[in-house]
Each structure stands twice: as C-alpha cells, then as structure tokens.
C-alpha cells in the first residue's frame, strides 16, 4: 500500500493533483478542498490510499491521516465506493461526518451528491458503530460538542481551487460570479452547491474568455 506521497506538485487539475516522487508523477484523486491547498512547483505531503481495480490502479490523495482512515472506513457501507466516499468527504470534515453519523443527521448526509434520504438513512445505520465519535469532541468536559458544520462557503472553495490552478484572484471572482446562478439553483432545489461540478463549469468559463 502507498501510504502517502511527497514532493513538488507537477500539476493540477479540477479533481487531479499530479505530485513528483523520486523523478516520477504520481496522480492523486483529491477532493476540491484538499487541491485548493496545493500549489504547482511547491512542495506537498499527501496521505494516500490506493483502490485496486481489475482494470485500473487509482490513488486517492487527503489532507492527512484522518482523513484517508473515514474514507477507508466509509467505504465499508454497502453501496459507498471510493467515489461517493470522496464526495462525502468533499462536502463534509471527518468530525462533521462523525458528528452527523452519531446524532442520526438525515439532512447532513443528503447534502452530499448521490445520496438521498433512504441512502442516509442506511448509511447511518451501517456507519454508526464504525466512525466513532468527533476527534475535537475528547476532553471537553462540561462543554457542548461541536456543531455539525459543512465545508466553507462553496464560494471561498471555489475561489482558493482556481487559484490553486494558478487563476488570477480577478479571474476566479469572475468565474464564481458566472456560475453562482447554477449554484443557486442547486442550493435551492439539495440545500447544497456541488463544487466539483461548479468547478469544471467555472472552468469552462475562464477557457472561453481567454
């Protein structure tokens, strides 16, 4: 197993960071926070884990421990390959989904793109001796645990990815202005702004004005 990865970030793209290791580019499957915190030509340690298909070898990359042992552990739910498992991951914290699992959070866990009501409510039956209770909830004795919270505003996500992809900071307010009316429409319709989906969209609007 390939624990973690080091090095210079070659490249990125919208859900692929390409890291140097030992004169070799590893691509990692990440989600768009972790991408939003790298940069090309700087250095980057990511924790990895690595899905063996019949027909592929595809490495997932994370922030850090915590988070590749959830997406380890999430994928232990019938139904949850590493894909969805990602998705969660992109939209909720390992505590906020720990969090969500142990309070019976319905509503957390259909935030996330693929999931309804009838999959969360299994994935909370199936999850819920497995995460454990939030990291940032131990040793707070007489202190009311922490708030189920979701990821930034899609809007600082979306704006720290594309100037992780090396856009101007003017270029990327322009591009979120450009797709906040299908964010909009998302957020209406699942209470949530798919980030990932914005970014490609995003994306698309910076390669025609250029």
């Known amino acids: 197993m390939i624990a973690f990865v080091s090095g210079p ?3 990125l793209a919208p859900t692929t960071a390409v890291v140097e290791v030992g004169g070799v580019g590893m691509a990692v499957q990440c989600t768009p926070n972790t991408l939003a915190s790298l940069r090309v030509g700087e250095p980057a340690r990511l924790a990895t884990s ?3 298909r019949e027909d592929s070898l595809t490495l997932y990359g994370f922030a850090g421990d915590d988070e590749r042992q959830v997406f380890e552990l999430l994928q232990t739910a019938s139904g949850v ?3 969805l498992a990602q998705a969660m991951l992109g939209v909720h ?3 906020a989904l720990r969090l969500a699992v142990s309070t019976g959070d319905e509503k957390a866990l259909t935030a996330v793109p693929g999931i309804g009501k009838k999959g969360a409510q299994k994935l909370l039956l199936e999850l819920k001796d497995k995460l454990g209770a939030p990291l940032g909830a131990s040793g707070l004795v007489g202190q009311r645990p922490p708030v189920a919270t979701g990821p930034a505003p899609w809007t600082e996500q979306l704006s720290a990815a594309l100037v992780g992809l090396g856009y101007a900071s003017r270029e990327a307010e322009e591009a979120v202005a450009a797709v906040t009316p299908q964010a909009e429409a998302a957020l209406a319709e699942t209470g949530s702004a798919p980030v990932p989906q914005l970014l490609r969209a995003a994306l698309q609007t910076l390669n025609r004005a250029r």
């Open 50 to 52: 690595l899905v063996v």
């Open 9 to 11: 970030v070659a490249a």
């Open 81 to 83: 390959g590493p894909r």
């Open 93 to 95: 914290r390992p505590d």
